[in-house]
């Protein structure tokens, strides 16, 4: 089944524009998984890959989408930010399932200093979104 | 005018497989530009950028590309491999001038662990070779 691209990324666009999680939450495909820069192995469970976006969404300043590719289900989104003054580009690569939701994204960035800084801003806040999971 | 990126990427492929740093030159233009997974600032000197780009996929080991996208004169290209072990997933963002060659080349890599050896397999190399370069 053809998948709409076109209509994925006019929400997608509208959704992130918006910081709108919830909305974000119904683009995720239930086994979503996440490859995030910091790190190689990827997170596969919808809450906490929402919940992670959404960390990095507010914590990458003056987010914004360049150049933008897509091929069938597969689609590569490029954006450029700052994190503590430091320039970051990177880019979105998104396989879509046949509900046009996304089934995978996985995000290669740079430069290190940018990446690093953007791990270390979020990871105490991530670990703390877990104890608090954990003890709920 | 139109750009033939399918015969760019032939060509690419082909001069990638072999390690083919003389061919890889006249892929370049004269005013290339690198962006480098661990640095913002570009590196803008052709025997450079073609000295560094060498250095890199002798040093990424299982080289290999996988989804590709191309719209107009701005191609991309996933690849993946592994560093001391670690593997790793970039992408080759390549903008072509008007005679099909290279005039950008960016590329956002994760994850951290594997770009920081790559950065630090490859800068003393680099050193090395523009220590060579003043003192020639």
Same mark, same amino acid.
């Given at each position: 089944?053809?998948?709409?691209? !076109?209509?994925?990324?006019e929400r997608w666009h509208e959704i992130v524009a918006?910081?709108?999680?919830? !909305?974000?939450?119904?683009?995720?495909?239930? $086994?979503?998984?996440?490859?995030?820069?910091?790190?190689?192995?990827?997170?596969?469970?919808?809450?906490?890959v929402l919940h992670l976006l959404g960390l990095i969404v507010h914590t990458i300043e003056d987010f914004s989408y360049h150049r933008e590719w897509?091929? !069938?289900?597969?689609?590569?989104?490029?954006? $450029?930010?700052?994190?503590?003054?430091m320039e970051l580009q990177g880019?979105?690569?998104?396989?879509?399932?046949?509900?046009g939701r996304v089934r995978?994204?996985?995000v290669p960035m740079r430069p290190l200093n940018a990446v690093t800084a953007l791990r270390d801003r979020i990871?105490?806040?991530?670990?703390?979104?877990?104890?608090?999971r954990a003890g709920s």
């Open positions: 089944m053809a998948v709409d691209a !076109g209509a994925f990324l918006k910081r709108d999680l919830e !909305g974000l939450r119904g683009m995720l495909a239930e $086994r979503v998984t996440l490859g995030a820069p910091p790190y190689w192995n990827k997170f596969d469970d919808r809450e906490l897509v091929r !069938g289900h597969e689609l590569a989104l490029e954006f $450029r930010g700052s994190v503590d003054g880019i979105d690569l998104i396989t879509l399932d046949e509900d995978d994204l996985e990871a105490p806040q991530m670990l703390a979104y877990l104890r608090g």
